[in-house]
């Protein structure tokens, strides 16, 4: 780990620790939520004075907005490589976009046993399929379940929130369209770390959250093929959503739907949490993908030569041939419970980390950490000095743990 591949902000709040002394806090969330970028609030606060209607409004702020809304979707489309037949619906999140292919999914859903719940449990009917020891075993396993009985949809983590294995979304897609299923990627833990070309992978379907992508909260995106989402009933049925509307001599409502997007984005959008996402695009797509993947890279595997120093230490993977990680790393220490351990960082020490089961709970449980774990997770902004940090902490910590416990 170098320098910092981005300036992210809030690298330089303080806190006061449990022994008096006041010291800089060291993020290690990034996977739960990113810190915003400094281009990227700019951007924001240039659009923050035009509060106005985005597509009602005669006016020039409206007009401003219209504009900035449309533009940003267009940065989502080019960011992620889609093609004409795709589209782009602004939601509130991953757990949204995902909620929103579901409800226009025409058909099964298979899933695999390490997805977060946001990507399992939106899907009405679903199977989920045990994973393998190995990726190429679990490929294997995944073709006999689609040609035993076709599904519309393959739904799968581009990259685990648990262990940032990442998975090989092209060869997935591939494998999806041999059995005349489509792909959705869950993209929440993957775009921010790697560039994903739906088009050159075969995606049919990405989604993912701006608060995870350096942007501040607000704004998710599902990006896809439009025939599934101009067919279903809105999603978010409301004003926007329609062309006319008018009431019957029975009392019923005749209404003409617009076509995706705006079918499904009923109301009066999220115009800063778009423009957000879309700077954040921009931002992500200027930096050298081999150089973030670097950083990716040279942070886990200091954390994981940390780790691995500290004793009675097992860090979570689900396969022994992933070769490519994000900068994600769950572990779990012997006989300690990992939400003490993710408190006595944040008091003691001022480093944040995460403890629990990360909406998860069937891969923990394949994991054999039905208890949780503690993740460490990496991103832009992170140095050298914070991994050590990190480790440090963690070695006083597990000690004095240790000696309560023997105490
Ligand atoms: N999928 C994955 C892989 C995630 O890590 C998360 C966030 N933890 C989600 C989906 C849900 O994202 P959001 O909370 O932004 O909806």
């Known amino acids: 780990v170098s320098t910092p591949l981005a300036a992210v902000l809030g690298s330089d709040h303080t806190v006061r620790c449990s022994d008096g002394t006041v010291r800089r806090t060291i993020d290690l969330d990034y996977a739960a939520s990113a810190p915003a970028l400094a281009a990227v609030v700019d951007r924001v606060q240039e659009v923050v004075p035009f509060s106005a209607s985005v597509h009602r409004g005669s006016g020039h702020k409206s007009a401003v907005c219209t504009e900035a809304y449309e533009a940003a979707r267009r940065t989502v489309h080019a960011f992620c490589g889609a093609d004409d037949e795709d589209v782009v619906v602004f939601g509130r999140n991953t757990t949204d976009a995902l909620n929103l292919l579901a409800h226009c999914v025409p058909g099964d859903v298979v899933v695999l046993d390490v997805e977060h719940h946001a990507n399992l449990l939106p899907w009405r009917r679903r199977r989920v399929v045990r994973t393998e020891g190995t990726i190429a075993a679990t490929l294997v396993r995944l073709e006999a379940v689609l040609s035993a009985k076709p599904a519309a949809l393959l739904a799968v983590t581009g990259a685990s929130n648990v262990t940032g294995e990442v998975l090989p979304i092209a060869e997935l897609a591939a494998l999806a369209h041999r059995h005349g299923a489509r792909i959705l990627v869950d993209g929440a833990q993957l775009v921010p ?189 992170t140095t050298a000095a914070d991994v050590e940090a990190f480790l440090d902490a963690l070695t006083v910590t597990c000690l004095s743990l240790r000696r309560g416990v023997a105490a």
Do not use: M, Q
């Open 193 to 381: 770390h790697r560039r994903v070309d739906i088009t050159a992978a075969g995606v049919d379907y990405l989604a993912f959250s701006g608060h995870k992508l350096y942007a501040p909260f607000g704004a998710g995106v599902l990006v896809g093929r439009r025939d599934w989402l101009d067919a279903a009933d809105p999603y978010l049925a409301g004003g926007g959503a329609t062309s006319g509307v008018s009431v019957l001599t029975d009392g019923d409502v005749d209404v003409r739907w617009h076509p995706a997007p705006a079918r499904h984005e009923g109301g009066t959008p999220n115009l800063l949490g778009a423009v957000a996402l879309a700077a954040a695009c921009e931002e992500i797509a200027r930096l050298d993908p081999v150089a973030v993947a670097a950083h990716d890279r040279a942070a886990t595997d200091a954390v994981v030569r940390g780790l691995t120093r500290t004793g009675g230490v097992r860090v979570l993977r689900v396969w022994d041939d992933s070769d490519d990680v994000v900068g994600i790393v769950s572990f779990t220490v012997d006989g300690v419970d990992p939400v003490v351990v993710a408190d006595a960082l944040a008091r003691d020490h001022a480093v944040a980390v995460r403890a629990g089961k990360f909406c998860a709970h069937p891969l923990l449980a394949r994991l054999g950490a039905d208890d949780g774990a503690v993740r460490v997770s990496v991103g832009l902004g």
